[in-house]
Antibody
Framework: QLRLHESGSGLVKPSETLSLTCAVSGASLTSNDYHWAWIRQSPVRGLEWVASISYNGGSSYNPSLKSRVSISLDTSESQLSLTSVTAADTAIYYC???????????????????WGQGTLVTVSS | ETVLTQSPGTLSVSPGERATLSCRASQYVSNNFAWYQQKPGQAPRLVIYAASTRAAGVPARFSGSGSGTEFTLTISSLQSEDSAVYYCQQYNNWPFNFGGGTKVEIK
């Protein structure tokens, strides 16, 4: 059974770097049937997709964060790094699995079929 | 980027009645579209993907329809456990975006 568990810095000072880890069990991170994503949620911004990474290391980022965010993949973990944080980055951060399917044009798409419980990150001095 | 607008903001429905939630996309997203359910203190849970396919374990009273820019989630006979916030999401265009949510309350 798939399990996603987020961990990392719960309190980060403004201008510092936020670092989070998603431990994945019950699924292979090297399968091309999935990609691995980070999504955050705050009362002000709602649900916001942050970044995704595929089994071969190909990554995509939300343009609103692109200059500050980095995602990586290890054997059984996904990592997220967000630099120069401000109070606006305060949110619950979720890791999620994107599951692949092909549309009628045989183009691949991914929907988020499994989510971790989330971890609250607060940016404050 | 593709903006998703959900309506209504809050829906109050009696048990056993039908609930209809809407989501409009600012750009064409084909049927690469999902609905999620979120209860207080929990992560979102996938309900519908590919616009109309129920996720594993989702009761048959949930159904999705639509394509292109207009989508609907219908709960045919509302149960108390369906009280939650429902979010739509498109995964056709980067960046993937979510709607602002519809809160479903039991009347």
């Amino acid at each position: 059974q798939l399990r996603l568990h987020e961990s990392g810095s719960g309190l980060v000072k403004p201008s510092e770097t936020l670092s989070l880890t998603c431990a994945v069990s019950g699924a292979s991170l090297t399968s091309n049937d999935y990609h691995w994503a980070w999504i955050r949620q705050s009362p002000v911004r709602g649900l916001e997709w942050v970044a995704s990474i595929s089994y071969n290391g190909g990554s995509s980022y939300n343009p609103s964060l692109k200059s500050r965010v980095s995602i990586s993949l290890d054997t059984s973990e996904s990592q997220l790094s967000l630099t120069s944080v401000t109070a606006a980055d305060t949110a619950i951060y979720y890791c999620a699995r994107g599951r692949r399917y092909y549309d009628w044009l045989h183009q691949p798409h991914y929907y988020f079929d499994s989510w971790g419980q989330g971890t609250l990150v607060t940016v404050s001095s | 980027e593709t903006v998703l607008t959900q309506s209504p903001g809050t829906l109050s429905v009696s048990p056993g009645e039908r609930a209809t939630l809407s989501c409009r996309a600012s750009q064409y997203v084909s049927n690469n579209f999902a609905w999620y359910q979120q209860k207080p203190g929990q992560a979102p849970r996938l309900v519908i993907y590919a616009a109309s396919t129920r996720a594993a374990g989702v009761p048959a009273r949930f159904s999705g329809s639509g394509s292109g820019t207009e989508f609907t989630l219908t709960i045919s006979s509302l149960q108390s456990e369906d009280s939650a916030v429902y979010y739509c999401q498109q995964y056709n265009n980067w960046p993937f975006n979510f709607g602002g949510g519809t809160k479903v309350e039991i009347k």
